[in-house]
């Protein structure tokens, strides 16, 4: 059972300041609640008993807001006193864990997978790290990720601009934590996409969980996509 998860909610949201530019983009607000409240509800449901936010950017902003607890659940700050990339954020992020099995998401997208199934593939197949992969009809936005026929992932693609389908990194992680403090630099500043599963995704064991198509996914780093999740989450299931 996953009792711990990070989330990274220490961006600018570069893409996503002509329509939100007061605050971090976890906290945008859809339906008059942060983006994150959302996140906490999903992982309330799936009983995750502690929350560490990694911030940075205005981060005073999200620590006045969740405060210690939310929604019943603990809350800890990882903070970032210089920028440290997705990887270094959650390496910051990992010291205050005592887990060994952590669950990482995105602050500013939601993909509804049922954590239970996720967390049964990630020890089924023994691996250091599981990562959630969802196909689209269009990936020109995002990185995309070869599988095997064997299911093996064989590496990571960059973003060409191309509008094709496409399986995708969903953000959302499971990662063994000893493997990760062991084969990170602490107070550097990298990317976990491109600086360590790129690195790594060859010589360690990497799995995968393949969302649902019908599994809702959303990332609200574009104004269209933060417009059409004020309508999608008036539905919100938790």
Do not use: W
């Not at 002509?18 to 859809?30: G, H, I, N, T």
């Not at 000893?178 to 550097?188: I, Q, R, T």
């Not at 790129?198 to 780093?221: C, M, P, R, T």
């Amino acid at each position: 059972m996953l009792k711990e998860a990070i989330i990274l909610a220490g961006g600018f949201g570069t893409r996503l300041q002509s329509v939100v530019a007061d605050r971090p983009k976890p906290m945008a607000l859809v339906c008059g609640k942060p983006f994150l409240h959302y996140i906490f509800k999903y992982l309330k449901h799936y009983k995750i008993q502690k929350v560490i936010l990694s911030v940075g950017h205005k981060a005073e902003m999200i620590q006045n807001y969740f405060g210690g607890e939310y929604e019943g659940t603990k809350v800890d700050y990882a903070l970032e006193t210089k920028p440290m990339g997705t990887g270094g954020g959650i390496r910051l992020a990992m010291e205050k864990c005592v887990e060994e099995k952590i669950l990482v998401l995105n602050g500013d997208s939601f993909i509804d997978i049922n954590l239970n199934s996720f967390y049964d593939t990630y020890n089924s197949c023994h691996a250091d790290i599981c990562l959630t992969l969802r196909e689209v009809e269009n990936a020109a936005r995002y990185g995309t990720v070869k599988i095997a026929s064997e299911g093996i992932i064989i590496n990571f693609r960059e973003k060409n601009g191309i509008e094709a389908p496409g399986i995708i990194n969903g953000g959302v992680y499971i990662i063994n934590r000893g493997f990760y403090l062991n084969h990170s630099n602490p107070n550097k500043n990298f990317s976990i996409e491109k600086d360590f599963f790129e690195l790594y995704v060859q010589k360690y064991n990497f799995s995968h969980y393949l969302a649902n198509k019908n599994d809702y996914f959303i990332d609200i780093g574009i104004p269209e996509d933060y417009a059409k999740a004020q309508h999608d989450f008036t539905k919100f299931a938790y």
